[in-house]
């Protein structure tokens, strides 16, 4: 996803909060971006461990929710600590869910 998708998702998409995630998504290619801000992992290689963890629950689950290849999505990581795997399993599974029964009828 470039800087200017990006950019248009943040101010003309759709959020919502599912802790450990704010997630913005709008109706698209089926883009994902995933962020985990500096300021709370100092350390390059803790990001990228977070990073991995969601890209792999979102692979994972993606197959069951048909809607997911129709939405950009930018996930953002907003806890302050490093998540066990299975809890960013089941949190990126609710926050689709909750995308789902949003998809209808407030994505652009």
Known sequence: MRRG???ALLN?????VNFP???YFSRGEGEVAISVPKRNFKRAVHRNLVRRRIREA???QKASYPFA???NLLI???AKEILDYKVIESN???FLQKIGGMASDKVD
Request: charged letters at 15%; aromatic letters at 14%.
């Open 5 to 7: 998708q990006i950019i």
């Open 12 to 16: 003309n998409g759709t959020s919502l």
């Open 21 to 23: 995630f704010k997630v």
């Open 58 to 60: 979102y692979r994972m």
């Open 69 to 71: 290849g129709e939405c």
């Open 76 to 78: 953002v990581y907003i």
């Open 92 to 94: 990126v599974a609710s």
